[in-house]
């Protein structure tokens, strides 16, 4: 007689733990009972993220390229059980690489986007790039793995903190993926994993006066309800595709701080 | 109204606290007798035959005997180094070559207690400072360049960034295993194989990465290692098959190897000797500006080519600063490297003391005043007790030479003006300190002065990102930051 | 824009030649020194005389409004025999309470060498008329408290007006009528490093016997680096006058290797003369019990469980 085996719970990553959804619902998604995050679950994770931001990015660069490379080696080690929920070995193969490519970024960005600017005066005059904040993110639904990793890294690596909800059709994916977050000595809450209805949560997103940035690459149809709502607190908003790689990606969710420094005796 | 009064000698009866010793266990490392070439991806014989002992200058024991390369040798190494350069590491996927190098950053933190002990058992330097210091900015060179070598567009944009082919590398004793990442890393991530040779004294470390190199599975001859004296560096710096050479040590031995590379078309990077000045203005924080002092002269034993050798002070300033520091130097603790509670280890070699020695002669006889602070020394092994001289000339030998050794000479100055004068007079260029609270001055200051790194209330700190190396006779090229990548690369024009 | 305080008569300028001038402390390289100095490692012998003396230097502390004089008996029967079953270790310096227990504390003292310290000046805030603050001195004072812990002024401080903190120091020396005076500048407060030299100065020429760091009420309390900081001006005082001062880090100090940190960076900053509960104390409660346990582990080579020591 076969073994009978222990089936997983799909539940919400918040603030470096996995609750269910505040109003106790789920959706069978994939085979699986999945959370339904409310806007309940969508503010807690703001707060958190909120929370984390300062630590985070008061990390060094080196600490944060050391920790999204460890989300890679965790990654690698799931190998299996994340190609169950995606596409196969190559999407996951080609996410985890992805990963490793924006681990190496962050201690490099302000060399690339950043300088000293020679203005025409005895001042000494620099800009350094630094992350705007909470970033929400509303994660493309193809390739279910790949999509969320190429919308989350971005902003990680740039010392955002992030909320993300994964595509409705596909929420296995993120759940294996906040497993493996959860397993890279992130710090609680720099990143959250919202599975459910991103109809039903992007608007209080969208709309919510603590979040900085908000990435509209996974919304299907027409962004402009949303681009109206996030107008209130001029949040920086951004759309890019689920296949793009590149530090520009990175510096959407930056902001640029100039300095300025007499130079006397 | 309050008196402060004059308490003075009342002072009760004194706590004698002898710190007991506190060894780090040297069998973390497991010494092989001999310690072949790494020639691609094995260990090999020498073809020359010869081997010779590496001697731990605490205890004078001989570790181990490594390999003395000769030119056959030396050439095999190249050979080795452009099959793999062909047939593989330049066509392989610029993302696979930085996981290499981020396979090799971690093995690296891994073994980092083992390459600590290693460092301070062959080189002499404080277990403190090869643990905290040399091994993680080691592992951390090796993480930072292994993020450029799938990124070389973005560091230059519409320039198509090539490798040069074969880099041969000669490194010195004074930070084995950083010296060696500072080297290899940016040479690796930019799709160039290398050739290196570790200093003659403090080859172990190296040999350990050897091991590293096969635990993170580098393909065969993208890293070779020969060991020898000056001899092999020599041999390795005629060799016609190289593409690139590059060299940290001293100035004289550098022009050695600028002339022998002259009309020959190998791009070359000098880093080369320094007599940094150490400048310290009247309203520096004075308690943390001789912090400074000490850990740039006496942080290594003094064998740092940026070391602040020279301190100038500013004469408004001169007693409290000069009291504070000859304080400060009876409280180092110089003794066993391995010891924890070691501030100060050995000298690296016996000719290195010699040097030291016949240097410090010769300010006292040219008419400085030598101030030494009491100090037990070990009965083996070849050490120097932190020095300080005042009352020294410019024109002094020890004002002018580069000393290598825990050896300040002190001078003064009263103006700003001055203090950069007496900075920029001298033929080095490689580093300088200023200590001041005044944030224009430090920048009136870094405009002014002919140095390639500038600390500012800090000394002697080193960052993968931070770009390093000298202006003048302390070389040329940079090592560390975007600017690191450019000496390994060939650029479309 | 407040107008520039009037000195006291006899307040030298920090400038001047009677007091260290107030200078710059970098934090960043004080903090790189104070982890340095943290990184020694004391073992065996080295060991056991750091953690012996550290009971030495204790002064055992209990500041809660739900204090009583039961809690206060048994405190200073812990203070005179710290370890219940190893009688060579020492007791501990004194015993740090508010004014209404210090008789308590006083009847079950007598005899032994243990002080009885009291707080006063409207501990923990200082938030009080000086008159109240001086009156409050004299009456721990008379009630036979060995030693005063005092607040500095730091809303005084913060606003500038440092000759009138200058000023309620001076009284507060006064109204202690020999009695030994510490001054609490609550580092934790005053924001920044050079805050906490000139506040240590003003306290030194005021008339301090002690400096301490913090009340214990606010965090951070005291943090090594604070510390070395407060030591860095006495060596400086020392230096430039022959006069000296102790100092006493309290709050936040509950393990052995912190305390023996603390000792290894006042060996290193001081000298061996400073070595002594005359001229350093610690300000604790809890850290008493890790030091019995490290000690009786070097004794007997077994890490110990809070089982086998008394609460208090």
Sequence with gaps: ?265 | MAQVEKRGANLPATFEWEYAPAPEARDIVQLQERYGLFIGGQEVEPRSGEWFGSVSPSTEETLFEVAQAGEEDVALAVEAARDAFRNGWSELAASERSKYLFRIARIIQERSRELAVAESLDGGKPIRESRDVDIPLAAAHFFYYAGWADKLEYAFPGRNPQPLGVAAQIIPWNFPLLMLSWKIAPALACGNTVVLKPAETTPLSAMIFADICRQAELPPGVVNLVTGDGTTGGYLVQNEGIDKLAFTGSTEVGKLIMRELAGRDVRATMELGGKAANIVFDDAALDQAVEGIVNGIYFNQGHVCCAGSRLLVQESIYEPLLEKLKRRLTTLRVGDPLDKNTDVGAINSKAQLEKIRELVASGEEEGAEIFQPECRLPERGYWFVPTLFTNVAQSYRIAQEEIFGPVLSVLTFRTPEEAVEKANNTPYGLSAGVWTEKGSRILWMVERLRAGVVWANTYNRFDPTSPFGGYKESGFGREGGRHGLAPYLRFDE | MAQAPALVGGFELPSGPRLPRIGFVDAVALEERAATLAKRSIKRESKVQALELAVRMMDLTTLEGQDTPGKVAALCSKAMRPDPVDLTVPSVAAVCVYPSLVATAKERLAGSDVKVASVATAFPSGQSPTEIKVAETRAVVELGADEVDMVIDRGAFLSGRYAKVFDEIVRVKEACAGAHLKVILETGELGTYDNVRRASLIAIAAGADFIKTSTGKVTPAATLPVTLCMMEVVRDVHAETGHIVGIKPAGGIRASKQAIQYLVTLYETLGPEWMTPDLFRFGASSLLNDVLMQLRKEKTGRYQSGDYFTID
């Design chain 1, 1 to 265: 007689m076969s073994r009978l085996s222990v089936k997983k719970t799909y539940k919400l990553y918040i603030g470096g733990a996995f609750p269910r959804s505040e109003s106790g619902r789920t959706y069978e998604a994939e085979g699986h009972n999945v959370a339904r995050a409310s806007r309940k679950d969508a503010r807690d994770a703001v707060r958190a993220a909120r929370a984390a931001f300062p630590g985070w990015a008061g990390a060094t660069a080196y600490n944060r390229g050391q920790v999204l490379y460890r989300l890679a080696e965790m990654m690698e080690a799931r190998a299996a059980d994340l190609e169950a929920a995606c596409t196969g070995r190559a999407e996951v193969d080609a996410a985890i690489d992805r990963t490793v490519w924006y681990a190496g970024w962050t201690d490099k960005l302000s060399q690339v986007l950043g300088g000293s600017n020679p203005v025409a005066g005895p001042y000494f005059d620099f800009t350094v790039p630094e992350p705007t904040g909470v970033v929400a993110i509303l994660a493309p639904a193809e390739p279910p793995l790949l999509g969320l990793v190429s919308r989350v890294l971005p902003a990680l690596a740039g010392g955002n903190v992030v909320v993300a909800v994964a595509s409705e059709a596909h929420p296995v994916a993120a759940v294996e993926l906040a497993e493996a977050v959860a397993t890279s000595d992130f710090p609680a809450g720099v990143v959250n994993l919202l599975t459910g209805s991103a109809d039903e949560l992007a608007p209080w997103l969208a709309a919510h006066m603590d979040v900085n940035a908000i990435d509209l690459t996974g919304v299907e149809g027409s962004t402009a309800e949303l681009e109206r709502a996030a107008t209130e607190n001029v949040k920086r908003v951004v759309r890019s595709s689920a296949d793009a790689q590149s530090p520009y990606e990175i510096e959407a969710f930056l902001e640029h701080k100039t300095v300025w420094h007499p130079i006397g005796v």
